[in-house]
T-cell receptor, first 116, second 117 residues
Framework: AQTVTQSQPEMSVQEAETVTLSCTYD???????LFWYKQPPSRQMILVIR??????QNATENRFSVNFQKAAKSFSLKISDSQLGDTAMYFC?????????????FGAGTQVVVTP | DAGVTQSPTHLIKTRGQQVTLRCSPKSGHDTVSWYQQALGQGPQFIFQ???????QRGNFPDRFSGHQFPNYSSELNVNALLLGDSALYLCASSRLQGGGLGDTEAFFGQGTRLTVV
């Protein structure tokens, strides 16, 4: 079974600053996908960024980037130039390549609060 | 495109009752997955439906059952409700027969908040 661990319950950052969220996972799989989802107060989970395990290059999406360390089973998210709209719960998620799309294993989440 | 829609948004039920939650997937999607998110926790996978059949199931008791209709919409049924079933229930849709990664992203609805009293 896979486990996903997010050790930071809450992170606070000022507008325009950078914050890094940590995520570690445990798996015996070699092919898998990793995701960061954002859940604002509206409750809808929104995909922020994804990484395929076989790709060595770290994924980036505008102000969001990841540091994927496969050997260490670490997958951190960096939010640059933080904006007030980034305030939300952020969940790290894992999916086996062999699983059909939609079966995700989530961590417990990190609450990000962006202050003016 | 309305995206993934769930109904109702909120629901209060009494312990021992039964409840049905509904989900309409995003246009073009054929697979529906259900998750339970307890307060302060990450979502937990309940099960997934494709071609009107349950394809995969998480570690949930048989009190949790589902259905998928020919138009791909889905229902989640929970029998003999317990206080511990109080949670946000999320539906996610995706397209199983996808080409590349971009075709098969899972989209989530806004959830149904179930309170069991």
């Amino acid at each position: 079974a896979q486990t996903v661990t997010q050790s930071q319950p809450e992170m606070s950052v000022q507008e325009a600053e950078t914050v890094t969220l940590s995520c570690t996972y445990d798996t015996s799989e070699n092919n898998y996908y990793l995701f960061w989802y954002k859940q604002p107060p509206s409750r809808q989970m929104i995909l922020v960024i994804r990484q395929e395990a076989y790709k060595q290059q770290n994924a980036t999406e505008n102000r969001f980037s990841v540091n994927f360390q496969k050997a260490a089973k670490s997958f951190s998210l960096k939010i640059s130039d933080s904006q007030l709209g980034d305030t939300a719960m952020y969940f790290c998620a894992f999916m086996k390549h062999s699983d059909s799309w939609g079966k995700l294993q989530f961590g417990a989440g990190t609450q990000v609060v962006v202050t003016p | 495109d309305a995206g993934v829609t769930q109904s109702p948004t909120h629901l209060i039920k009494t312990r021992g009752q039964q409840v049905t939650l509904r989900c309409s997937p995003k246009s073009g999607h054929d697979t529906v997955s259900w998750y339970q998110q307890a307060l302060g926790q990450g979502p937990q996978f309940i099960f997934q439906y494709y071609e009107e059949e349950e394809r995969q199931r998480g570690n949930f008791p048989d009190r949790f059952s589902g259905h998928q209709f020919p138009n791909y919409s889905s229902e989640l049924n929970v029998n003999a409700l317990l206080l511990g079933d109080s949670a946000l229930y999320l539906c996610a849709s995706s397209r199983l027969q996808g080409g590349g990664l971009g075709d098969t992203e899972a989209f989530f609805g806004q959830g149904t908040r179930l309170t069991v009293v």
